[in-house]
T-cell receptor, first 114, second 117 residues
Framework: GAVVSQHPSRVICKSGTSVKIECRSL??????MFWYRQFPKKSLMLMAT?????????EQGVEKDKFLINHASLTLSTLTVTSAHPEDSSFYIC??????????FGSGTRLTVV | AQKVTQAQTEISVVEKEDVTLDCVYE???????LFWYKQPPSGELVFLIR??????QNEISGRYSWNFQKSTSSFNFTITASQVVDSAVYFC??????????????FGKGTHLIIQP
């Protein structure tokens, strides 16, 4: 079946640095990628939607300058957390709609900013 | 705007008991999709089921079953003869479009299911 490969699975970074998270669709083309954020013991909240070749659409309250999304090809979407701070520590997970009219999720990235 | 409510924050049962996780949704669309996902402590989301708004048939998959009732906007999930491995957080989710022009999922807050041996 469709697979979305997400890397890294876990990252610890210093406050003020930037972190890039990659999601690659394997065996299918992902023209759209959804990015979610999950705080500990909380639900998943949609942050933004990226579409190949166009600007990402951000949900209300999500800072586009802090969470840079690039969807340069049909198989790769990236989320860069810029100038990360401890409050950005969270679980980030991507998802792409696949040809079976369902969603394929990456395995998630646990970001810790110290 | 769509909304998914999982009123049960945490459920704890003893192994082999049956347990039902509730999900109530709100949407203005006539075409929508409902999902259940399992999230073990490792964090990944495990897909359990997808149901479209035109298919109200209940579904059974092994020990898992789902009851979809449009009249009450509910999509409840039952685990029969629960096992310790069923312990996880379970999310109900809603999408108003899938495939071309897909929308992102709206998730409920999740139900933490604890199965005690």
């Amino acid at each position: 079946g469709a697979v979305v490969s997400q890397h890294p699975s876990r990252v610890i970074c210093k406050s003020g640095t930037s972190v890039k998270i990659e999601c690659r669709s394997l065996d299918f083309q992902a023209t759209t990628m959804f990015w979610y954020r999950q705080f500990p013991k909380k639900s998943l909240m949609l942050m933004a939607t990226s579409n190949e070749g166009s600007k990402a659409t951000y949900e209300q309250g999500v800072e586009k300058d802090k969470f840079l999304i690039n969807h340069a090809s049909l198989t790769l979407s990236t989320l860069t957390v810029t100038s990360a701070h401890p409050e950005d520590s969270s679980f980030y997970i991507c998802s792409a709609p696949d040809s079976n009219y369902s969603y394929t999720f990456g395995s998630g990235t646990r970001l810790t900013v110290v | 705007a769509q909304k998914v409510t999982q009123a049960q924050t945490e459920i704890s049962v003893v192994e082999k008991e049956d347990v039902t996780l509730d999900c109530v949704y709100e949407t203005r669309d006539t075409t929508y999709y409902l999902f259940w996902y399992k999230q073990p402590p490792s964090g990944e989301l495990v897909f359990l089921i997808r149901r479209n708004s035109f298919d109200e048939q209940n579904e059974i998959s092994g020990r898992y079953s789902w009851n979809f009732q449009k009249s009450t906007s509910s999509f409840n999930f039952t685990i029969t003869a629960s096992q310790v491995v069923d312990s996880a957080v379970y999310f109900c989710a809603l999408s108003e479009a899938v495939g071309g022009g897909a929308d992102g999922l709206t998730f409920g807050k999740g139900t933490h299911l604890i199965i005690q041996p």
